[in-house]
């Protein structure tokens, strides 16, 4: 089983709906991050947790909610989702604990298409 | 916004050649990392290197950090069809423990 699980893997959703990507992880990493790539933009930060109480805003974070239900959980919600949102979505998670020289886990990603 | 840039945006090589990408970025950093990325997949972490480093190795990878002109370089040596991939630098440090990703070189290794 892969570290940092991704589900769904592909979803296409129409506009207005409300929809959640799910994230778990079997590292035993307390921070986890949600990013988005677009082609040509690399990656950015949409929200990212340090610890089960402790939620942020990345530098994207309009349209998105998110929950940390876990240490092992953090799920992304589009609250009303919108055709800017067609991305791919990656969940990462690291160890605040981890020796220098370590870092991100991510996920195989989320292709969400909205219509 | 990005703090790292890569360059170039697409390197293509034959097999055997060496691949360098480089990476500037704008604020003090505490660590700067490289990342592969094959075609729609994750991201996997290649190397670290720490801001009170100059250079680091990994098996084919050497990496070069120089502060003071905030930049770094990856060399991939010998290269293979197999490292063809997208390849970010990103960036950890301005008081911040987030990282923050660059846009990425997409390189070509042709057989």
């Known amino acids: 089983d892969a570290d940092v699980t991704q589900t769904p893997r592909n979803r296409i959703t129409k506009t207005g709906k409300r929809i959640m990507l799910e994230c778990s992880q079997t590292?035993?990493?307390?921070?986890m991050y949600w990013y988005r790539q677009d082609p040509g933009l690399g990656l950015r930060l949409i929200y990212y947790?340090?610890?089960?109480?402790?939620?942020n805003k990345g530098e994207i974070s309009d349209g998105y909610s998110v929950s940390r239900q876990a240490q092992a959980k953090f799920s992304l919600s589009l609250e009303s989702a919108i055709p800017n949102q067609t991305a791919l979505y990656f969940c990462?998670?690291?160890?605040?604990?981890?020796?220098?020289?370590?870092?991100?886990?991510f996920g195989s990603g989320t292709r969400l298409t909205v219509v | 916004s990005q703090q790292g840039e890569e360059d170039p945006q697409a390197l293509s090589i034959q097999e055997g050649e060496n691949a360098t990408m480089n990476c500037s970025y704008k604020?003090?950093?505490?660590?700067l990392q490289w990342y592969r990325q094959n075609s729609g997949r994750g991201l996997v972490h290649l190397i670290l290197?720490?801001?009170?480093?100059r250079e680091k190795h990994s098996g084919r990878l050497r990496v070069t950090l120089d502060t003071s002109k905030k930049s770094s370089s990856l060399l991939i040596t010998a290269s293979r069809a197999a490292d063809t991939a997208s390849y970010f630098c990103?960036?950890?440090?301005?008081?911040?423990?987030?990282?923050?990703f660059g846009k990425g070189t997409k390189l070509t290794v042709n057989p």
């Open positions: 990103a960036t950890n440090g301005g008081g911040s423990e987030k990282l923050v």
């Open positions: 604020t003090s950093i505490n660590n």
């Open positions: 290197i720490r801001s009170n480093e």
């Open positions: 590292k035993g990493h307390d921070r």
């Open positions: 947790s340090f610890d089960v109480k402790d939620i």
């Open positions: 990462a998670t690291s160890d605040s604990g981890a020796p220098a020289g370590y870092g991100y886990t």
